[in-house]
């Protein structure tokens, strides 16, 4: 079962602009972890945040985690056409299995 | 090497067909996983295998059956697979509780 709920489901913004999206989870993990998937090819691996930390910055990725509110954000900011990419948080509840959620599918427009 | 391969890129297979999916790694990852992926829908954990032994099987049709050979690669034996099967299959490997690196993936085409 899928623990992670994105959102929004979609987003479309213009390029330059921030964009955010959210994910809530459902039980206890030992880490978060945000992963982008351009058109039906692999995933890659963007930023992992741990339980104990709050929050981590990756170039133009900022992460933030509340697990007091079983919530994390991701944050792109100034996006470039080259984000448009399904987002997705996986979280890692125990032993090596990552569930992810349902994704946030980004357009960046020119 | 940062890279998963995994071969082939597509397949096309009858239902009454034996094919297998491989992936390689050689990054000195201790964990493989399998994961089957529909269209428009978050990736679904099928297998993993730690330290070259299943240690997740996430209650996966016999159809589907996984093999480690060897600390490098990993294979996904299909049979008698059914047309719903088709998806998009993609490995990973990783270090444990780690990030997990992902191959391009095979894209499965059953009729």
């Known amino acids: 079962s899928q623990q992670g709920e994105e959102d929004p489901q979609a987003l479309s913004i213009q390029e330059g602009e921030n964009a955010t999206m959210n994910c809530s989870y459902k039980?206890?993990?030992?880490?978060l972890q945000w992963y982008r998937q351009n058109s039906g090819r692999g995933l890659v691996h963007l930023i992992l945040?741990?339980?104990?930390?709050r929050e981590k910055h990756s170039g133009r990725l900022r992460v933030t985690l509340d697990t007091s509110k079983k919530s994390s954000s991701l944050l792109i900011t100034a996006s470039r056409a080259a984000d448009t990419a399904s987002y997705f948080c996986?979280?890692?509840?125990?032993?090596?299995?990552?569930?992810f959620g349902q994704g946030t599918r980004l357009t960046i427009n020119p | 090497d940062t890279e998963v391969t995994q071969t082939p890129k597509h397949l096309v297979m009858g239902m009454t067909n034996k094919k297998s999916l491989k992936c390689e790694q050689h990054?000195?990852?201790?964990?493989m996983y399998w994961y089957k992926q529909k269209a428009k829908k978050p990736p679904e954990l099928m297998f993993v295998?730690?330290?070259?032994?299943?240690?997740i099987n996430e209650s996966v049709p016999s159809r589907f059956s996984p093999e480690c050979p060897n600390s490098s690669l990993l294979n996904l034996h299909l049979h008698a697979l059914q047309p719903e099967d088709s998806a998009l299959y993609l490995c990973?490997?990783?270090?444990?509780?780690?990030?997990?690196?992902f191959g391009p993936g095979t894209r499965l085409l059953v009729l």
């Open positions: 990973a490997s990783s270090q444990p509780y780690m990030a997990q690196y």
């Open positions: 039980t206890s993990i030992n880490n």
């Open positions: 945040i741990r339980s104990n930390e």
């Open positions: 996986a979280t890692e509840p125990g032993a090596q299995k990552l569930v």
């Open positions: 990054m000195g990852h201790r964990a």
């Open positions: 295998y730690s330290y070259e032994k299943l240690s």
